[in-house]
């Protein structure tokens, strides 16, 4: 008889890659990294080329090189954006001055960020369910394209990390450093603040307070730190984003409102003033009309609900940012990147993937599907744009709605676990 060889290492399986973490680790960085590398993103007379071509890193890279002739953000010039990022953008352009540089080191950065969020999501999900839908729902957030084009695009990678971060801290009840990652999720983007509501649907009072304490703590003396330097240029970092005309939203359509979110020249904010402008029609319906809604909605959600486990707590944080998200002026396709780990934590079955790929599908064919096709009207939905971009912000609500819809029946599951609530 012919002794068959013996090798070093046994065959590749199916159930075997499927269950292999750092394989997944593996091919999630590595596609990342090598897109980077053949699409290095570049400017051409003026225009964006490359795998950043449609996000906002050239916007990013114009604002940090304020910089070099002005001075620095929230003392010498107004920025849109909470300390945090302002000054991590300008390190970064002070270390890469050149837009192809500046971008690859962002992109790196936040593809690091990203792995952080894969794998907390996965993390999060053996918690709540199984290691395997844990390991499942990180193939499947490994697979999904919006996570992956807007590491490339925006900062909310980063938001989504510190959120998730801190959700991890809650359910693991380490409440300090939760705190602690709230107040730094809301110093790159105001968001995470909503976190806060179920630490005190998921705490008693006692329990709630210290890492409320400690969130608004560093958040207030962050800015006040820069309100003692000039409360001029700091203050609209704190207001510019709520001074700006309702975009792409229900609002927006009955604003009379076609446009994206976008701030004027680079020069406006040299003056605080210019920060105040509202870019279009003023609001039929009153941003405090809108939140007071939304407070209402919430306090209802509050109050009603039943579910006190772990799961309860992701889908309360969840729906606690789809309202915030829902009766906003304004909605940004990156905004995808917070919403998509709490869909698939809180409906981890054939149908929450499906959800998330019709809300990425609405998504992207509004932008930049549509809006690439505004050049001639200087990026206004106009004549027969119009009503295929109204169709598809309407869907995208109902979506989000139907979301909303389907987390509110979780909370009010019957649950409880006494070490959420103690």
Same mark, same amino acid.
């Given at each position: 008889?012919?002794?068959?060889?013996?090798?070093?290492?046994?065959?590749?399986?199916?159930?075997?890659?499927?269950?292999?973490?750092?394989?997944?680790?593996?091919?999630?960085i590595?596609?990342?990294?090598?897109?980077?590398?053949?699409?290095?993103?570049?400017?051409l007379q003026g225009v964006e080329r490359g795998i950043a071509a449609g996000g906002d890193f050239q916007t990013y890279f114009q604002i940090a090189s304020l910089s070099d002739t002005v001075g620095m953000p929230l003392r010498d010039w107004w920025s849109e954006f909470p300390p945090l990022w302002s000054y991590f953008s300008v390190a970064i352009y002070k270390v890469q001055p050149n837009y192809t540089g500046f971008s690859m080191m962002l992109g790196i950065i936040f593809l690091a960020l990203d792995i952080g969020n894969l794998v907390l999501i996965r993390?999060?999900?053996?918690?709540?369910?199984?290691?395997?839908?844990?390991?499942?729902?990180?193939?499947?957030?490994?697979?999904?394209?919006?996570p992956m084009v807007f590491v490339f695009w925006t900062f909310e990678v980063v938001v989504a990390f510190f959120m998730l971060l801190s959700l991890w801290w809650l359910l693991r009840e380490?409440?300090?450093?939760?705190?602690?990652?709230?107040?730094?999720?809301?110093?790159?983007?105001?968001?995470?603040?909503?976190?806060? $509501?179920?630490?005190?649907?998921? @705490? +008693?009072? =006692?329990?709630?307070?210290?890492?409320? *304490?400690?969130? /608004?703590g560093i958040v207030v003396i962050v800015y006040a730190f820069f309100f003692v330097q000039n409360a001029a240029m700091t203050m609209p970092s704190v207001t510019a984003q709520f001074s700006k005309a309702s975009y792409q939203t229900v609002w927006a359509l009955l604003?009379?409102?076609?446009?994206?979110?976008?701030?004027?020249?680079?020069?406006?904010?040299?003056?605080?003033?210019?920060?105040?402008?509202?870019?279009?029609n003023?609001?039929?319906?009153?941003?405090?009309?809108?939140?007071?809604?939304?407070?209402?909605? $919430?306090?209802?959600?509050?109050? @009603? +609900?039943? =579910?006190?486990?772990?799961?309860?707590? *992701?889908?309360? /944080?969840?729906?606690?940012?789809l309202i915030f998200f829902l009766q906003a002026q304004g909605w940004s396709p990156q905004w995808l990147v917070q919403i998509i780990p709490f869909i698939l934590l809180c409906f981890p079955t054939r149908d929450g993937v499906i959800m998330v790929v019709l809300l990425s599908m609405v998504t992207f064919v509004e932008y930049p599907f549509l809006f690439i096709r505004t050049g001639d009207s200087g990026g206004a939905i106009t004549g027969a744009l119009v009503m295929p971009f109204a169709a598809l912000v309407v869907a995208r609500t109902v979506i989000l709605i139907g979301v909303c819809v389907g987390l509110?029946?979780?909370?009010?599951?019957?649950?409880?676990?006494?070490?959420l609530i103690a």
């Open positions: 008889m012919t002794k068959q060889p013996k090798t070093s290492a046994a065959p590749l399986q199916l159930h075997a890659i499927l269950n292999d973490f750092q394989l997944l680790m593996i091919l999630f590595s596609l990342r990294v090598l897109l980077l590398l053949v699409y290095q993103p570049f400017l993390k999060i999900a053996t918690q709540l369910y199984s290691p395997e839908t844990g390991q499942a729902l990180a193939w499947v957030y490994a697979l999904l394209l919006a380490r409440d300090w450093l939760a705190g602690m990652g709230i107040a730094l999720g809301v110093l790159v983007k105001f968001t995470p603040v909503v976190l806060l $509501g179920a630490v005190w649907r998921y @705490r +008693t009072t =006692r329990r709630a307070v210290a890492p409320t *304490v400690i969130a /608004a604003d009379g409102n076609y446009r994206t979110g976008n701030f004027g020249p680079l020069d406006d904010r040299l003056d605080p003033a210019n920060a105040a402008i509202t870019q279009g003023p609001p039929v319906i009153p941003g405090w009309a809108r939140l007071a809604g939304a407070l209402a909605v $919430g306090l209802f959600v509050f109050v @009603r +609900t039943r =579910r006190f486990d772990a799961k309860g707590l *992701v889908a309360f /944080a969840g729906i606690s940012l509110y029946r979780i909370l009010r599951q019957s649950r409880d676990r006494q070490g």
